[in-house]
Every structure is written in C-alpha cells, then in structure tokens.
C-alpha cells in the first residue's frame, strides 16, 4: 500500500480496498485522516502490525482487516475507543495481547490444549441442549397449536402465533441489552407510541434503564392496509418492491450515515418471521405532533415559539445539507415532511425515515412516485427523475409548514391548491409578513427573521428545479436570516 503522503488525505473519510490483492503493511501515516470514518481492507495479502494510531483516530466506526496476512498483536487503544462500531480482523496471524507472534511457549503448550479441548466440550453440551430445548418447545407449540384449533374452522385472516426461530440481535453500535429484553418490552400494547406505514414503535425500557425506539415492521398486507387507512399523510407506491426490501434499503442507509441531526440506528433484531429496528428514542416525538397536535388520547403539546422553530428549521436543514452535499454519493430522501423529523430532548431535530431514500448518481429515474401528497415536486410526478432540487421542495413545504402552522393541504386553500399557492397569494396581496404565523404575539425582530425564512421558503419552492437553491445555501440564508449579536468591547480600565 503506497503512503498518505506528508500532508495526509485531511477529508478522506471512507476507504474501502477489499479483495484487491494488496500487499504491503498497512501505511503508520494513515493517523493524519483525522476525518476517516470506515476503513475496509479485507480479502487482501497485507502483512505487518497494525498501526496503533488506527485506535486514537476520532471519527473511526469501522474497520475490517479480516482475511490478511497481519501479524503482530492487537494495539490495546482499541479497547478504549468509544467510537468503533465494527472491528474485525479474522483470519489473520495475529497473537494474544502482550504476547509478540512466534514466541515459543512448549512449556505451557500442553496445559493449553487441555484447557482448549475442555473448552470445546463443554460448549458442545450447551449446544446440544440448546438444540433439545428449541425442539422441545417446538414440538409443544404445534401440540398447543393444534388442541387450540376447532375440526373443519378456517384459519383464513388469523395470523398462528408461530416461532420461526430464536431471536437474533445484529447491533451497529455497542449495547448492554439483548434481543429478548427487547422482545419482552413490546409485548402488548402499553409502550405503543404511534403507528406508520411500515410499522408500529413501541418506547421500550431497557432493564439497565436506557430507553429506546422499537420500530416492529408489518408482516401481512391486511395490517398495511389497516394502518395506510388512518394515517395523516397518504403515501404513494414505492419503487423497489415490497416491506422488506424497503427495510433493507432503510438499515443499509442509515449504517453508513454518522450526523447529529440524522436520527440513528442502534441495531436490528429478527426471528425469521418478525422483524423490528431499534433506534434512539426522541422523547418529544414528531415535528408534526408540535405543529399540528398529538395523536388522539395523548397531551397536547403547547405551541412552540419562533426560537425553538427556528432552531428546528436549521436543525433539518443542516440534516439534508449533510445528505447532499457530504455524503458520497449523495443522498435523496424523497419523504421529507414533519412527521420524518423528530425531536431529542434537548428539542434537537433528527431526520427519521430512510425507506425510500436513493444514493444519487446525477438524475435518477425512479419506476414509480414515491413520497407523500403535499411534499412532492411539481415535476417529480411527471418526469420521474429524482435529485437533490426534489428535497429541497419538499424542504421548502416544512418551512412553510414551521411558519404557519398549517398543513399543507387544507380545504381553505382551494380545490388543487397547497400551502405553497397559499403562500404565494399572501406575499401578492402584501401579507408577506404572515401575521398569523402563531397565536401569540411576537416582537418586532421576530417577525423581520420570519419575513427572510418566508423569502427562503418560497426559493425552495420554486416550480422550476434550476431556480431553488442548494441546501448549503439554504443554510447559509438561514443564518443570515438571524444577525448575530453584536459584542460590545469591554471598557478600559482608567489608569490611576
């Protein structure tokens, strides 16, 4: 492998190499990529020890180094890095921590088979009854199964209460839970916090006390159908085929994004049969249920003022400037509206729901809209053709949405006219200052920063793509939408 070079690759933050034939050690210079996020070197001959200085960098979540020909032990800073995610480095020549490779050890190296093939043994004997009790307790679920069910009934629309297998936890991150404590907190219906269109998400408690989101993903069209009758915002067909492929694009994009206001993943557990995603939990719910209410049965949430919108504003701003503009290749969302962005408990805004996002490679034609009413771009329903003017829209659509307080469809809008035409009408008629963006009063500088977002909210929602601005800019005009306090210099002090 060649060297990074005196100065470093400063901005490289992925670098994957795998099944290359590479040989070589791997390069002592690479700890000037301050910024590398997942480096990937598998399936290679590369030989050496690896580089302590893999350990201190800041932003590391990833490395796999599994299939070389790396000798050497483990650097121990590994063991305090509180970012990694993913260290693997199987199959290789590596020794035991504090033991250098090739060091002889005869005088143990009986006593060591010993305890080895004691160990083998007795992992064997668990095995084996796990095995015995899994057929056990299956073969007293079909028993039950089958005593439960009356001759001649029909099991049309009865979903059996069938384990398929023992549940398997795969985790992005370090966790001290387990799959079954998480199995066991969204049993019944107590922790259910809200319903989508490709599940339920239960607010589950871990026995250590940690909280969490628990998305469990629908398994019959029945329950869909259910679930699309109820829900707010209507969603149109997705391109790409059914839930579970939809699951698989969401845990894919979501493993490889790292930003603080890009809601995270901390695992995925499943049994064959049921599938459920655990995410960090966002104790003061949707953008939506602060805008427009919460759901039926629960507090309503007391209208927020133009600083905590406004910081939400930017907070989603800098989300899908971060989906743009630094990730490679970027990223579209393609179902950006208020109910996608949820709030910490610090009122922090996290971009949830990456089921239908698309990596980009310039324009990309999709088979089917994808989306929901309200939030898609005028040209996105004829063309087809997705990029990054198609979240910037939909953008614009929430910040009307963070100004007014309205959905984007309403009756008084007029038949086929959104918030945008709404909008746009008021600024003709010389509302351009909106008034009645809330129900309390609001000082005169608050009203002249929500004139500018105003300004920015109808760029976004410009009917030709070319005319809207990139996220980085919106994130520019935002923040300059807010002067900043001007500091006053500190009075001197008089000499005697």
Known sequence: MPPFGTTGCANLYMLELAGNELSGAIPIDIGRCKRLVSLRLQHNNISGEIPAVLAKLPSVTEVDLSWNALTGSVPA??????TLEIFDVSSNHLAPAGKPSGSPDSGEGSSARHTAEMWVSALAVAFAGMAVLVLTARWLQGLEDNSAAPSGSSAVGK?????????RMTAFQRLSFTADDVVRCVEGSDGIVGAGSSGTVYRAKMPNGEVIAVKRLWQAPAQKETVSNHAPNQMYRQDGGDGNERVLAE???????????????????????????LYEYMPNGSLDELLHGAAAGKTPKARPGWDARYRIAMGVAQGVSYLHHDCLPAVAHRDLKPSNVLLDADMEARVADFGVAKALLGAVPMSVVAGSCGYIAPEYTYTLRVDEKSDVYSYGVVLLEILTGRRPVEAEYGEGSNIVDWARRKVAAGEGTLSDVTEQSMSDPAREEMALVLQVALLCTSRCP?????????????????PKPIRKPAAKKQAP
Request: net charge positive; charged share 20%.
């Open 159 to 167: 979903r059996p209460n069938i384990v398929v297998g023992p549940w």
């Open 251 to 277: 845990v894919e994009m979501l493993g490889h994004l790292r930003h603080r206001n890009i809601v995270r993943l901390l695992g995925l557990c499943t049994n064959g049969e049921t599938t459920m995603l």
């Open 466 to 482: 070319q005319d809207r601005p990139s996220m980085r800019d919106v994130l520019s005009m935002l923040q300059e939408a807010r």
């Open 77 to 82: 800073g590994f063991a305090n890095c509180s």
